[in-house]
């Protein structure tokens, strides 16, 4: 095939970087790294958290001038300037998080995206190109309905949808199915690859699902520290080689092996909870919901139906309307008194920001917990000798990689911000830990370290509320699954008898 072959205004094309380098002043993002993406393929992109994979298609897509190296489209050497240039050679982009006016409809969103508007926009018109443009397409999107009103599933298939209407026949994906639920996830990505294999577009997908890219992609690169560490035909791959790819010789400690125990009495029980929501428009309402000693209790569900409300409601920080929280049948509100007395700890999502003083010391916020605690009660001074010697040894025993005890949290990674918060939480007699989203973000090591700790922390006897939008980890680590819907638990099921597309089912309200 011919480069002019392969470029045209409705074939998929091929696009290939050589040698891609980006250095920010003594800094080096992305070391000359050159990967091919054949017209009609569908390419996933691995990496752990800044092995460059943003910065890499930012090189592509214009946000970024390279400091050295050559892009090519459809055979020819391009350079893409800005946005604007790289969509004028047929590149689009679909972000994580929608782009969409949600008080539009689907329709308007659509014809709105267009970088240049006549001054008056014949609807008439507009509406008749928009029926013949669908009729091509695969995807199912109701026009005529407001964004706001439409299933993540169908904001993520019209994200695509406007950038097929667009004209883009390269696409680079960015984690496109993290607020989808696993029916919607399979749904857009096999509609997806249905397209490339028509030889529509070419996808450039960047995940960190291995199930994704084993299920749905053709080919697959790695990076690590920003260089190209490997890759290849998914068909001639494993789980275990690309995560090996990812990390190098950085083998994630093994995970802590959960004991086939039985669990305990309860220790967290929420009865008739009712609270307001972040957006007015929902509200929190459950009936019921228990956590039993030596136990994690996983919540599923799709992010907006009330988690963070709930995580919130038990971290003291937003008040109930009606009902109670129990631990152990004493009362509880979330006081600063009654998490120390009672052994809750909470591991809330976003910790640098969410719980942490940015600007203090590792080891100052270590010390929160306990600073003004002494063997003979409560005290009105500070150690500082005792807050940096207790610092050191919880550092050196979470593995948190810090620079000095005395460097401010905010200069941390985030897997080791989530060590260091984990430090302070499990330290002490807990008896329920609360956790929200604990990987979100994080790099391949970093997530087993924290997985395990999770789970040393069940094994100790502790009862573990994990909330998270990442079903696999709820299916990796929970005993017992329950799912929200609209700030309800709608479904239970012990992790040994969960079928993953029921829990999609209830995920998506669609029961």
Known sequence: MTPSQERSDKGALGLETLGM????????????????????????L?????????????????????TRGQLMV??????????????AQGLGMVYQHFTLVPSLTAAENLVIAREVQPAVIDWRKERAALTEFMATMPFDVPLDVPVARL??????????????????????????????????????????????????ITVLMITHKFREVTAFADDVSVLRRGRHAGGGAVASLDHEGMAAMMVGAEVPDEPVRRSAREPGAEVLQLTGAKAGSRSGLGKLDIGSLTVCAGEIVGVAGVSGNGQGELVEV???????????????????????????RLGVRTLPEEPLRNACAPRMSVAENIA???????????????RKGEIARRGADLIAKFKVKTASPDAPIASLSGGNVQRAVLARELSGDVKVLIVANPCFGLDFSAVAEIRARIVAAR???AGVLLISEDLDEIMALADRILVMSEGRIT?????????????????????
Request: charged content about 25%; hydrophobic content about 40%; glycine content about 12%.
């Open 21 to 44: 380098t980006m250095r920010f002043g003594a800094f080096t993002a992305l070391d000359d790294v050159s990967i091919k993406v054949p017209a009609g393929s569908f390419h996933a």
């Open 74 to 87: 459809a055979g020819k050497e391009v350079t893409t300037t800005d946005p604007r240039a790289a969509h």
């Open 46 to 66: 691995l990496g752990e958290n800044g092995a460059g994979k943003s910065t890499l298609v930012k090189c592509i897509m214009g946000f970024y001038q390279p």
């Open 151 to 200: 299933a993540a599933g169908e904001k993520q298939k019209l994200e695509i949808l406007k950038q097929l209407h667009l004209g883009r026949r390269f696409l680079i994906l960015d984690e496109p199915t993290s607020v989808l639920t696993p029916q919607e996830a399979d749904e857009v990505l096999g509609l997806v690859r249905d397209l490339t294999r028509a030889g529509e």
């Open 491 to 511: 479904y239970e099921v012990p992790a040994a008898a969960a079928d993953v597309a029921e829990i999609g089912r209830h995920m998506g309200g669609h029961v």
């Open 314 to 340: 038990l971290a003291g920080q937003r008040a109930l309307d009606a009902g109670t929280i129990a631990v152990e049948g004493a009362p509880f509100g979330g006081t600063r008194e009654e998490t120390r």
């Open 368 to 382: 929160f917990r306990a600073f003004d605690v002494g063997k003979d009660g409560p005290r009105f001074w500070l």
């Open 459 to 461: 094994e100790a006897g």
